[in-house]
């Protein structure tokens, strides 16, 4: 199995926390994965994820359907708004346990521009990256 289908497989333990059939035609999975990968190069807001996205769609499409193409900035905030954080870092540990040894770590931080609107608390995230595989290791919340 290779590493992305191992995430992917891991990301489907975990609840959409949105209301099915309310207009919701974008995958949980998908989100979580442009989200994840859209990390790597940067993007410091969820408009720069979907820029991202949109700029490697072709890319992305290799193992993502992206039926109804790449999420808004509303469909990512709604899902970053109610995510359940543990159930996502238990998927996200699962994952690297399969795929990362031990090694090297660095640690990174960042508050997600624009995500504490209306009154909200801002996201704040925090990531560990095994430095020898340029993978990151475990990401969350790291305030709430």
Do not use: Y
Not at 110 to 123: F, N, W, Y
């Amino acid at each position: 199995m290779t590493k992305g289908a191992s995430l992917m497989r891991r990301l489907m333990d975990v609840d959409d926390p949105r209301k099915l059939g309310t207009g919701t035609s974008r995958d949980l999975v998908q989100i979580l994965v442009i989200a994840m990968a859209a990390v790597r190069p940067d993007c410091d807001s969820v408009d720069d994820m979907i820029d991202w996205a949109r700029k490697t769609e072709k890319w992305l499409r290799q193992f993502l359907a992206l039926k109804n193409g790449v999420a808004s900035e509303e469909a990512f905030l709604r899902v970053f708004r109610t995510l359940d954080a543990k159930q996502f870092e238990v998927a996200f540990r699962c994952w690297a346990a399969e795929v990362v040894g031990a090694g090297g770590v660095g640690i990174d931080g960042k508050t997600v521009r624009r995500s504490g609107s209306d009154g909200e608390t801002a996201i704040h995230m925090a990531s560990a990256c095994a430095t020898k595989l340029s993978v990151v290791r475990g990401q969350g919340n790291a305030c709430q």
